[in-house]
């Protein structure tokens, strides 16, 4: 599972944890991994996924966006990976629960 594979490696490069879903004791800053969407084309697999980093100030949420699109770009060394390509990324505040959080969307290709 490609999912595995990325949180294996943010974990390895990042200081900050990195999880599926937001964990109930969630640490002060850490970093959500999410698949957004996939396709297959000649046996060849891609998937978007955001990563949302979440921190107790913008400022805080807006530098570990900045590791972690670094991470991220990194991925291309691993074996399974084919392509990494940023798609877009941005303030994603969360209103509801006022946590600060910026999102980076990659679009990833891997076998």
């Known amino acids: 599972m490609i999912e595995q594979t990325m949180k294996q490696f943010?974990?390895?490069?990042?200081?900050?944890?990195?999880?599926f879903e937001v964990p109930a004791d969630a640490p002060d800053q850490f970093i959500l991994i999410e698949r957004t969407g996939g396709a297959s084309r000649n046996h060849l697999s891609s998937g978007t996924f955001a990563f949302q980093s979440y921190a107790g100030s913008l400022y805080d949420a807006a530098n570990l966006n900045e590791?972690?699109?670094e991470a991220v770009e990194a991925m291309i060394e691993l074996d399974d990976i084919r392509s990494v390509s940023l798609n877009s990324d941005y303030n994603f505040t969360d209103?509801?629960?006022?946590?600060?959080?910026?999102?980076?969307?990659?679009?990833?290709g891997y076998y």
């Open 95 to 108: 209103t509801t629960t006022k946590k600060y959080r910026y999102q980076a969307v990659f679009d990833v």
């Open 10 to 19: 943010l974990d390895g490069r990042l200081a900050a944890p990195s999880f």
């Open 67 to 69: 590791q972690v699109k």
